[in-house]
């Protein structure tokens, strides 16, 4: 079983940044990309970016001027780095893994518990 830890939440002033980080462990395993989804309050979990283990990246409108994903895939870790940050991302985001083989079989998409990120004002 693939297991995803976020990290990097917290708390982040209106206009400063952000950069969470989230690590892939489990045994024998390979994806098709890693990214992020976010969800605020009252609302559906969206995707904010993600990038296939070949670097090609995909983020949401509302964050693709300001974001910047990348993924180690030696070390199994994706990172986001967001700048400007406004209180509408204020959200608990969370690391995906995606197209997961392991010898456990295939999963579609693989979750982090969620990291929770509070936009101070």
């Known amino acids: 079983q693939v297991q995803l830890v976020e990290s990097g939440g917290g708390l982040v002033q209106a206009g400063g940044s952000l950069r969470l980080s989230c690590t892939a462990s489990?045994?024998?395993?390979?994806?098709?990309?890693m990214g992020w989804y976010r969800q605020g309050p009252g609302k559906q979990r969206e995707l904010v970016a993600e990038i296939t283990s070949g670097g090609r990246t995909n983020y949401a409108d509302s964050v693709k001027d300001r974001a910047t994903i990348s993924l180690d895939n030696a070390k199994k870790t994706v990172y986001l780095q967001m700048n400007s940050v406004v209180p509408e991302n204020a959200a608990v985001y969370y690391c995906?893994?995606?197209?997961?083989?392991?010898?456990?079989?295939?999963?579609?998409?693989?979750w982090g518990t969620g990291t929770r990120v509070t936009v101070s004002s």
């Open positions: 489990g045994s024998r395993f390979s994806f098709d990309g």
């Open positions: 995906n893994a995606y197209g997961v083989v392991s010898i456990e079989g295939t999963v579609d998409r693989s």
